[in-house]
């Protein structure tokens, strides 16, 4: 069974970091694509930034490479996301998603495993 936990959301003033943790329980850590994605009021789900977890190989949408930093923990089968002045337009719900065949790639549709997201808020 696959599970994806999120965790590290929150509300914080323009400017701040956070740093997002994603739990991967699957089978084939070692072989897998991770993606942060997040999804605001009213908008679609953009990606964010992804790694595979056999290289440490990362792909950054282009909005988001600068500020946002995408690592792994291959001890604790955990991904994380390093946000950086975060603004109002951050403001979303981020999740964590997992595939094994696609490669890399930022859309959502190649994702088969999802967590159940984390709120961040950012107020100005």
């Known amino acids: 069974q696959v599970q994806l936990v999120e965790s590290g959301g929150g509300s914080v003033q323009a400017g701040a970091s956070l740093r997002l943790a994603c739990i991967v329980s699957?089978?084939?850590?070692?072989?897998?694509?991770v993606g942060w994605f997040r999804q605001a009021p009213g908008k679609g789900r953009e990606g964010v930034a992804m790694?595979?977890?056999?290289?440490?190989?990362?792909f950054y949408a282009d909005s988001m490479e600068g500020r946002f930093t995408i690592s792994q923990d291959k001890d604790k089968n955990t991904v994380y996301l390093q946000m950086n002045i975060l603004a109002p337009e951050d403001t979303a719900m981020y999740y964590c998603a997992a595939q094994k065949g696609s490669g890399f790639t930022l859309n959502p549709d190649h994702y088969n495993y999802w967590g159940q997201g984390t709120q961040v808020t950012v107020s100005s």
């Open positions: 790694i595979y977890t056999g290289s440490s190989g990362t």
């Open positions: 699957i089978d084939t850590y070692s072989r897998t694509y």
